[in-house]
T-cell receptor
Framework: DAGVTQSPTHLIKTRGQQVTLRCSPKSGHDTVSWYQQALGQGPQFIFQYYEEEERQRGNFPDRFSGHQFPNYSSELNVNALLLGDSALYLC???????????FGQGTRLTVV | AQTVTQSQPEMSVQEAETVTLSCTYDTSESDYYLFWYKQPPSRQMILVIRQEAYKQQNATENRFSVNFQKAAKSFSLKISDSQLGDAAMYFCAYRSPLGETSGSRLTFGEGTQLTVNP
């Protein structure tokens, strides 16, 4: 079992650009959540996808959007990047709401 | 909204000794779940231990145990016989019960950086 996999591991973008991050959930998991972790802080919930729909959303602007595919994999899109978007983006998967969340290794996004 | 507070930004412990990490939370819910996650330099968040609020018995996983005080809204993690591999950032996290609108989202504290000295 490969667990939760995220790509890419590192990314450097210029302010104003757009970025797409990808996540493949653990086998058997159908729910994907995304978190933003700024340096030295705890992760902050961005949104959660289940059955290809956004089910919950945290306090993030509309520049942050996502998608879930029929195979349960997910993408996180961020438009009009700001310097403050620089962070570690974590993906977590679970089976509905029953099990604990399993996390990927994250994507380190740097906006310059 | 729920909040989680970890008041110890950094802690250190000697190898083989015991250390306790503190966590307090605020909620109006009566049923919920609490977790401790470990984040080593590899960045991957690893579940250490979980506690269901309806269970009075404190959870234990090998060298890791919790002291869950529901009335005080306190959830501390005790690591016994500390090992060099325990060095990491530790996060306390809260989750609402199943079926609630906040669903399975996790609310994290700010973390405690644990150093283990040989």
């Amino acid at each position: 079992d490969a667990g939760v996999t995220q790509s890419p591991t590192h990314l450097i973008k210029t302010r104003g650009q757009q970025v797409t991050l990808r996540c493949s959930p653990k086998s058997g998991h159908d729910t994907v959540s995304w978190y933003q972790q700024a340096l030295g802080q705890g992760p902050q919930f961005i949104f959660q996808y289940y059955e290809e729909e956004e089910r919950q959303r945290g306090n993030f602007p509309d520049r942050f959007s996502g998608h879930q595919f029929p195979n349960y994999s997910s993408e996180l899109n961020v438009n009009a990047l700001l310097l403050g978007d620089s962070a570690l983006y974590l993906c977590a998967s679970s089976a509905g709401e029953v099990t604990e969340a399993f996390f990927g290794q994250g994507t380190r996004l740097t906006v310059v | 909204a729920q909040t989680v507070t970890q008041s110890q930004p950094e802690m250190s412990v000697q190898e083989a000794e015991t250390v306790t990490l503190s966590c307090t939370y605020d909620t109006s819910e009566s049923d919920y779940y609490l977790f401790w996650y470990k984040q080593p330099p590899s960045r991957q968040m690893i579940l250490v231990i979980r506690q269901e609020a309806y269970k009075q018995q404190n959870a234990t996983e090998n060298r890791f145990s919790v002291n869950f005080q529901k009335a005080a809204k306190s959830f501390s993690l005790k690591i016994s016989d500390s090992q060099l591999g325990d060095a990491a950032m530790y996060f306390c996290a809260y989750r609402s019960p199943l079926g609630e609108t906040s669903g399975s989202r996790l609310t994290f504290g700010e973390g405690t950086q644990l150093t283990v000295n040989p």
